[in-house]
Structures are given as structure tokens and as C-alpha cells.
């Protein structure tokens, strides 16, 4: 057991852990963020998607002892004051999530996306998309959400 | 798209007060008016404070098909108050006061719609007739209008919160005896409205079960055999205990009972990481049936077709089908499935004092209660469930199986809060499957090319039984093309197997619906006929017609045909395409709707598939929710797509050999085709959206991989298929 300090949404945020505990544990059953999502462990669905110093990262599969002095923004840490992001509005306004245990991971993807092409074409929404899983295939939403997003922000 | 606190009513409160209070100083009124206002709640579903708060409680699960905001919003429309002014809360379990809690069958509309309206208008006629005895006028002089009530003539107004203490008292009328709004006069019922909970999904709050969390909780890992009902003979129990933050590790006996308490072994850690990590070190000697084998049952399957069925299932007419080059044959296949529900498995519990606490994400709480009770020998009002938002459940969290393990650890943790979450390939080991199966299809065409007979061989599974199909593996009697064609032959073969089968959005229906209209395809074809124009010539007139024997569902042909010819002008059905690219039409009745759809693919010479739209046509009687239907539909219908190109679930050695994502795939929003959704105007009973959308798809794709290429696909995946052609 090692303790660890994280910079979590500004925060800093102590976790006492084995080394090998990958963040998004780290953040679930330690810091009382559920907001990230465990889906497969192996980086394969998405739903455990965090910004790590700005980029969409898998939190399952990133191991505490490398997240250092990083920077980390997980789903809770988008809004600020209360006042949603431009993609969390477009996400309510267009009535995108079904079950919505997805959708956490697909905003976090979202929002690193519009960070980086605020413009996006729907060739660069499948690429940057393609690794978060819907299991109730809310696509089309999903696309439009961002579509909005970008046209809003 | 949001829900919204109502402020406090204070003109409502006084209004209420003076009136209890008559001659009182105004000091005085405070005081009288704690002891006089009350909350309005004439049924477990409605409650409105003095203060004008309207709370409505959702009875049934929410597992992403929108409930929780669409039976809410049937009462609100006859309740006649303005939705932003509602808070929506998860019913508790209690089927004493809300009737069954289940989310399955797209059965919560269809059995709550009619209810809901009444207890609606149940509140709101009492509200009316409050506020007539407030004005001493009769009832019918005044109306409700958006969260209040008005006097016609004199246009004098009171709020629901200030009526609530004097509807409080009033006796509640009959629901036999209220007037329902008419259905031109609805306001909220059919718009667009966003899901109650959408403003906490997308800030990360805890909703799901798996993100239930109590003082003092643990972590725990379940390990079952990975052949089903194996158990545990002996483990290494005494170095798993070492291992850091490692509590605990045990045996729990169990039993055979696939929906029972299944053998295994159970990891106390004290978070989630290390009970995982634990969970890989154990070494465990089990003892097995390793016999179960896919491809056993598939050889087999080969050799029964061949010959005669084991069971008749319903002979109708004189069906012949003699060997003179006139029989057309189809043989399909489709493998089993997994649900693969993006949240695995998960539920949490504390056991004190001989009672049971648990937060579940359940579809079925009534099912995991009595599970429960017989696995923990333990009276059912000792077991307090919670429904949690559940992570997707397509039929998977109908079963109990993860609540009365969870029960069965907490049992054993006295005390302690506890809750088990399985990893993935748990999930895709230890669920209960799509059953895949087998139709040998035959049929003749009369001298003007329509089916003059139809016979099916279909080859399923019963849980080690070889009379009776498991769950979901049955092939009914009325199932389609049955009562449409002049001579017809269903039977059966039913294979013994110890792979737990159960009900997969739309069961029997979403495997059932794709070889169906795939062969009817195949005969339109041999007919020289548009696939369009064949099916509605197989409807027939436009008429309802009845189940045979009495049971089952009638069939509206008329119905039918209308989402068809909807489908079909809306999607540019018969246009020219290009070589290479095509379009299939197919339709499905289950879940009391109604629907048609029709796919547009291309498929590259080298065999890459690209599907381009998909359309469906949809009566499923007057919408709920336009925006949550609509959703549905979308969902639905790509859910199909993904399961017919990419899924398949394997049994060898009596265990499934998948075991995440890379192995058992679904579809990512690269593939995932625009979807456009047109429902019919209908006057029917309104019914569920959850599946009756989703069977036509697959055979839609699959008939317009055929118009692209000549290829037909007789068995799925398509991802495991050669679509190439030249």
C-alpha cells in the first residue's frame, strides 16, 4: 500500500492503494467520483473515458502510480458552477442516453474532440467515437449531440 | 428537458391557513396551519404538498426504455399539470400499492396506460371538486388548467398547492366514476420530453446500481465455475485471504438450479481492484460436466434435418411437399447471444438482524425476491429491495441469479454492507442466452405465385430437457406465416443442453422474424415478385385475424400492411440503385406492434458491408413520448443490426469461450447507419417500443445483401459470412 496524491478535477485528493490500482478504481470505490464507468477493463468499451492533462484517456487500464502530477477531469469536474458544457447541454436538449451508463465516457470523448477539431466531420466523429461502446446504440444522438455541441460552444 | 423545483406556494399556504383558522390573528395562522395542511396523495402515485411541490413516482424499472418518464407523464397529462412543474421519483417496491414492477415484454405501456390516465384523473377531479367547495359552486362550473383549478364564470383561480389540505380530506371517488380528458385535448402526451433523469446522467451522479455505496461497505468479487453449475471441490482459500486487501474468502455451496444459488467462491477485499485481483490468483479444482459443445449440437443439427422432427407443432391445411424440382429449401442458422449489458452484473446488500436490505439493478424485483427467500430460507417481508437505474437489461436482469448471491454474501457478512461486482467475462460467461437455432424451410407456390404451403423444421434447445424448449426457444403455433398460407407444417426438435437460455430483447420473435422473412424473401424471388408486392399479397385483405384456439394474439393484416406501404414510400422503395448496392424489406409482428422496415445497403466486391439507411414504419397505437419512442426505435433497430453482423456466443468444454469485447463485438458508431423512424397515426391501445422494432432488421439487411449481390445469407453472424461478389 502507497499513499497517493491525484489532482483530481483541481483537487487534490489522497488515495492510500496498491500501485497497480488503475484510476478509475481509484476514483469509484476511493474518491466518491462514480461518475466513471466500469465497463470491460481493457480498454475496449469506453465507459470509463477521463481527461488526463486534456487528453480522453481509459481509466481502467492507467495504473495510479502513472497518473503522477497529471492533471485529471472526470464527468463531475465538466460543469462548472453548476452551469453545464456546451456538449452536456446538447446531450440533455437532444435526449441522447437510453439507459446511460455510456454516456459519461461518450461526453468525456465528446468534449476532447470538439477540444481538439471544434468543427468536427462525421469522418472524425467515427474516428474519436469509435472507442465508446453504446450498448443501446443511442449513434445517432450521439452524432447530432456533437453536431449541436460544436455549432453552440 | 428538465425537472424543476416549484418555489413554495406562500399565497396557496395562507389561503389554506385562514381558512382553517377563521377568525385567527395573523400570528395565530402559522400554527394552525402545521396542524391543518397535509399532503394531498390520493394513491401511492401522487403526492402534492401545500406547498405546490407535484411529486409522481414511476413504478417500474428504468433500464434505459424511458419509463421513468413516460408513466409519469400519462398522469401528468390527466392530472393537467405542467410537467416542469413535476419531480419524478423511483417507485419503491410494493406491489400492493403500484401492482407488478417488471420492465420486460414492452408491457409497461400497454398494462399501465388506461390505469395511469385513471389515477390522473382520479387527483385532479378531487382537486376540482376541492375548489368547488372552497367557492360553493358545483364542479362543473370549474375546470383545471396547468397545475390549477378556475371558476368559469367569475375567473377566480387556486393553485394544486393551495387545494391540497382540502383534497386531502375529501373521499376518493371511484376511478369507474372519473372523467378522462380527450385524447385531442392532451397536452404533454405525445411531445417530446427528455429523460427525468438526463441532467444527472450527464454530470456523473450515482444512480446505477453499481454505484451504490454505504458506510463501512466492502468489495466483493463471486467467482462461479466457468462451466455452468460447476463446483468448487477445492482453493487455494488461505492465500487468497493473505493477499492485500483481502478481508475474506469463502465457499458458497449452492446448487444445480441454474436460477437459483449458483456454486462458487466468494472474495470479501476492501475495494473493487483488489478484490479483482484476487479473484486471479485463486486456483480452484472444480468439479465439472464439461460435455456441453456448440459444435456437437451443430453437427447433430445437421443430421436431424435431414430427417424427420421429433414434434409436430401445428398442421393446418394438407401440406405436401414432394420432391418434383417445384419445393424451394432454405436451411438458417443463428447462434446464441449474449444481452452484454454495458454495466456488468452487479448488486449490493447489508443482512442484520435477520432482515435484508438490497439495491439492485433489477428489471425483476419480484423474481430476485423469491429467489431470495428460498435460497436464504427467508420470509419475503424480511427482504427490502431498492431499484437502482439499471446500465441496459434487454431481458438479462430479468433473472435473480446476481441479487440472491449478492444476498446470499451479504447473509454471511452480518452486518456489513457489501457489494459484488462481476468483470466482464463473468458477464459474457454466466448469462442467460439468446438461444440460437436452426429452420428447415420448405415451401410450394400456388400457379399464380403466391405460398401455398409452408413448412419449418426448427431445431432448439431445452435446459437438459428434450421435450420442452428453455426459455425463449420456442417457436408458438400463430407465429407468422401461420394463418396466412392454405397449407402449413410447424414442428419441432428440441436438444438437450445445460447452456442457460433466456429472454433476449424480443424473444423468440428476434431470431424467429429474421429466418422467417428471409425465406419468405427466397419465395418472392422464386415468384418472380417484388418483395414488397409479394408481402402485402401474403397479408391479404385487410382484415384482423383471430389467434387459433383461442389463445395468443389476433393479427391486424390491415396494419400490417399500412407500416409497409409507409415504409415503402418513405424510404424510395423501388428506386434503381447501382450494381453492388440494394435495399431488403421485412416486418415483424411481436409485443403487440407492428412494424416494418427497410434496410439500404452496399456491399464492396471484396464483401465489405456498409449499411446506408435504415427505415421503419411503426403502429404501435397513439406515442407516449415522441422523443423516448423515437429513441427506441433508433435503438432498437441498431441493436439488431449489431447482434446479426457481429455477435455469437460459443460453448465448448461446457463453458462460453468469449470473454470481452474483442471477442464478442458490438457496433460502434462508424457502422452504425442514420435511422429514420415514421409512426403511423393510430387509434389502437398504445403499446411498448422496447422490441417490436428490433426483429425486422436482420432479415432486412440480410434481403438487401441479396438485391446488392445475389449472395443469400442463411446464416449469421454476417461478420463471419463472404459477402464478396462479381
Redesign the interface.
Known amino acids: 500500500m502507497k499513499t497517493f496524491t491525484l489532482n483530481v478535477n483541481g483537487q487534490p485528493r489522497k488515495a492510500e492503494v496498491e500501485e497497480d490500482t488503475p484510476l478509475l478504481w481509484i476514483l469509484r470505490d476511493h474518491l466518491d467520483l462514480v461518475g466513471t464507468k466500469f465497463g470491460c477493463g481493457m480498454s475496449l468499451c469506453g465507459a470509463c473515458t477521463v481527461h488526463v492533462d486534456g487528453e480522453a484517456v481509459r481509466s481502467c487500464v492507467m495504473p495510479v502510480s502513472a497518473v503522477g502530477d497529471k492533471k485529471v477531469v472526470t464527468i463531475e469536474g465538466l460543469a462548472n458552477d453548476g452551469k453545464l458544457t456546451a456538449v452536456q447541454k446538447a446531450w440533455c436538449d437532444l435526449d441522447v442516453a437510453q439507459c446511460g451508463y455510456c454516456q459519461a465516457g461518450q461526453i468525456m470523448s465528446a468534449t476532447a474532440l470538439l477540444r481538439e477539431k471544434p468543427k468536427p466531420t462525421d469522418e472524425d466523429i467515427d474516428l474519436a467515437m469509435s472507442g465508446n461502446l453504446c450498448r443501446c446504440a443511442t449513434y445517432c444522438r450521439i452524432r447530432q449531440a456533437i453536431h449541436t455541441a460544436a455549432a453552440t460552444q | 428537458?428538465?425537472t424543476t423545483l416549484p418555489s413554495m406556494d406562500r399565497r396557496g399556504f395562507f389561503r389554506i391557513s385562514a381558512l382553517a383558522g377563521g377568525g385567527f390573528m395573523l400570528g395565530a395562522w402559522n400554527a394552525v396551519a402545521a396542524e391543518e395542511a397535509a399532503t394531498f396523495s390520493p394513491s401511492a402515485f401522487i403526492r402534492i404538498t401545500p406547498e405546490g411541490l407535484v411529486t409522481i413516482l414511476s413504478k417500474n424499472p428504468e433500464?434505459?426504455?424511458?419509463i421513468k418518464t413516460s408513466l409519469p407523464m400519462i398522469i401528468a397529462e390527466e392530472l393537467e399539470v405542467p410537467w416542469e412543474k413535476v419531480t419524478v421519483e423511483q417507485a419503491p417496491v410494493n406491489e400492493k400499492d403500484f401492482g407488478r414492477q417488471v420492465a420486460g415484454g414492452s408491457m409497461s405501456t400497454p398494462t399501465n396506460y388506461d390505469k395511469h390516465r385513471k389515477l390522473g384523473a382520479v387527483a385532479r377531479t378531487m382537486l376540482v371538486q376541492a375548489a368547488a367547495n372552497e367557492w360553493s359552486v358545483s364542479p362543473g362550473e370549474c375546470e383545471a388548467i396547468a397545475g390549477e383549478v378556475v371558476h368559469k364564470t367569475s375567473g377566480k383561480r387556486l393553485s394544486y398547492g393551495a387545494l391540497a389540505s382540502a383534497a386531502a380530506k375529501l373521499p376518493v371517488p371511484d376511478e369507474k366514476t372519473v372523467t378522462l380528458k380527450k385524447v385531442e385535448d392532451f397536452k404533454l402526451l405525445g411531445k417530446?420530453?427528455?429523460?427525468v433523469?438526463?441532467?444527472k446522467?450527464?454530470?456523473?451522479?450515482?444512480?446505477?446500481g453499481?454505484?451504490q455505496?454505504h458506510p463501512g461497505m466492502k468489495?466483493a468479487a463471486y467467482v462461479r465455475c466457468p462451466v455452468f453449475t460447476g463446483k468448487v471441490k477445492e482453493a487455494n482459500l488461505d492465500e487468497i485471504r493473505k493477499l492485500?486487501?483481502i478481508a475474506d474468502a469463502f465457499v458458497l455451496e449452492g446448487s444445480e438450479d441454474h436460477y437459483g444459488l449458483l456454486p462458487g467462491i466468494a472474495i470479501i477485499a476492501n475495494?473493487?481492484?483488489?478484490a479483482?485481483?484476487a479473484k486471479n490468483a485463486l486456483k480452484v479444482t472444480w468439479d465439472a460436466d464439461e460435455r456441453e459443445s456448440f459444435a456437437a449440437h451443430s453437427s447433430k443439427a445437421a443430421e436431424v434435418l435431414k430427417g424427420k422432427a421429433a414434434n409436430e407443432i401445428r398442421k393446418s391445411g394438407n401440406p405436401e411437399l414432394p420432391d418434383d424440382g417445384k419445393t424451394v429449401e432454405g436451411t438458417y442458422h443463428y447462434p446464441h447471444l449474449s444481452h452484454?449489458?454495458?454495466?456488468?452484473q452487479n448488486c449490493t446488500a447489508v443482512f442484520k438482524d435477520g432482515a435484508l436490505e438490497m439495491w439492485a439493478p433489477t428489471q425483476n424485483p419480484g423474481s430476485g425476491i423469491d429467489g431470495i427467500a428460498k435460497a436464504l430460507k427467508l420470509s419475503k417481508d424480511k427482504i427490502t429491495v431498492h431499484m437502482t437505474?439499471?446500465?441496459?437489461?434487454?431481458g438479462r436482469r430479468l433473472m435473480g441469479d446476481f441479487m440472491v448471491e449478492c444476498a446470499a454474501i451479504a447473509q454471511k457478512l452480518e452486518g456489513t454492507p457489501v457489494k459484488v461486482?462481476w468483470?466482464?467475462d463473468q458477464d459474457l460467461a454466466h448469462d442467460y442466452y439468446r438461444p440460437g437455432g436452426w429452420h428447415r424451410f420448405r415451401g410450394r407456390l400456388d400457379d399464380s405465385g403466391k405460398i401455398d404451403t409452408w413448412a419449418d423444421h426448427f431445431v432448439t434447445f431445452g435446459l437438459n430437457n428434450e421435450d420442452r424448449p428453455g426459455n425463449g426457444a420456442d417457436l408458438g403455433g400463430d407465429e407468422f406465416p401461420s394463418r396466412f398460407v392454405p397449407n402449413l407444417l410447424l414442428e419441432k426438435t428440441v436438444f438437450a443442453s445445460n447452456t442457460p437460455l433466456g429472454y433476449w430483447r424480443a424473444p423468440g420473435s428476434c431470431a424467429l422474424a429474421w429466418a422467417i422473412q428471409g425465406f419468405v424473401d427466397e419465395m418472392a424471388h422464386v415468384a418472380k415478385k417484388d418483395p414488397l408486392a409479394f408481402r402485402l399479397e401474403l397479408l391479404g385483405d385487410d382484415r384482423e385475424v383471430p389467434p387459433s384456439g383461442g389463445r395468443g394474439q389476433p393479427y391486424n393484416a390491415t396494419r400490417m400492411k399500412g407500416v409497409l406501404k409507409l415504409v415503402a414510400e418513405k424510404s424510395g422503395w423501388g428506386e434503381k440503385l447501382e450494381a453492388g448496392r440494394g435495399r431488403g424489406i421485412a416486418f415483424h409482428f411481436s409485443h403487440l406492434g407492428y412494424v416494418a422496415v427497410v434496410a439500404d445497403v452496399s456491399v464492396s466486391k471484396a464483401g465489405k458491408l456498409k449499411v446506408n439507411k435504415l427505415s421503419a414504419a411503426a403502429d404501435v397505437g397513439p406515442i407516449m413520448n415522441l422523443?423516448?419512442a423515437e429513441?427506441?426505435v433508433?435503438?432498437?433497430?441498431?441493436?439488431g443490426l449489431?447482434a446479426a453482423w457481429f455477435q455469437e456466443i460459443l460453448v465448448e468444454k461446457g463453458a462460453v469461450q468469449q470473454s470481452?469485447?474483442?471477442e464478442y463485438p458490438?457496433?460502434?458508431?462508424?457502422d452504425?447507419p442514420?435511422?429514420e423512424v415514421h409512426f403511423a397515426k393510430s387509434d389502437y391501445p398504445p403499446t411498448g417500443l422496447g422490441e417490436p422494432a428490433l426483429p425486422p432488421v436482420a432479415p432486412a439487411i440480410c434481403n438487401a445483401i441479396f438485391a446488392a449481390t445475389g449472395k443469400r445469407i442463411r446464416t449469421l453472424p454476417l461478420a463471419k459470412q463472404d459477402l464478396s461478389w462479381s
Open positions: 428537458m428538465k433500464v434505459g426504455q424511458g417530446r420530453i427528455g429523460g433523469d438526463n441532467p446522467i450527464v454530470t456523473g451522479q450515482p444512480l446505477f453499481i454505484d455505496k468489495y492485500p486487501g475495494d473493487t481492484w483488489s479483482f485481483k452484454a449489458n454495458l454495466e456488468p437505474r439499471i446500465g441496459g437489461g434487454f461486482t468483470t466482464r422523443s423516448g429513441n427506441q433508433q435503438g432498437s433497430m441498431i441493436d449489431s470481452n469485447f474483442h458490438l457496433i460502434t458508431i462508424k452504425a442514420p435511422v
